[in-house]
């Protein structure tokens, strides 16, 4: 846990076996101001497994079905986790990185997303 930081983990500190994985989007259910997150969490020694979770988005940050989330996952009850946000990228960030907008564009189907007006 050292390398987490202390705001981490002062939001994981009941969690019996934290872990940094990924949690794969494969849908988002917006309801107001909070978001159901529903997708696959992969970490080490945790087999894939199906999560929802609810959470306030940020407005700056860009998410997208089919992207890989960073989260704090605790091992022992794999439904509880914590979205990393400040590794998320920001639109802008996104917006400059070509890697991303062709791996986005993939899984939409050849659509450009930067062309849609998102700000």
């Known amino acids: 846990m050292g390398d987490l930081g202390f705001t981490i983990w002062r939001f994981v ?3 019996r076996d934290p872990v940094v994985g990924t949690l794969r989007l494969t849908a988002k259910d917006r309801r107001g101001s909070r978001v159901k997150y529903v997708g696959v969490v992969n970490a080490p020694g945790l087999p894939p497994t199906p999560v929802s979770h609810w959470a306030a988005e940020p407005a700056s940050r860009w998410v997208v079905d089919g992207m890989d989330l960073p ?13 990393l946000w400040k590794q998320v990228p920001t639109l802008k960030q996104y917006r400059a990185n070509p890697y991303a907008r062709k791996a986005t564009a993939e899984a939409f189907g050849g659509q450009d997303m930067t062309a849609l007006d998102l700000d």
Do not use: G
């Not at 989260?71 to 979205?83: E, L, T, Y």
């Open 13 to 15: 500190r009941r969690y």
């Open 71 to 83: 989260v704090v996952v605790d091992r022992a009850a794999p439904a509880k986790i914590r979205i």
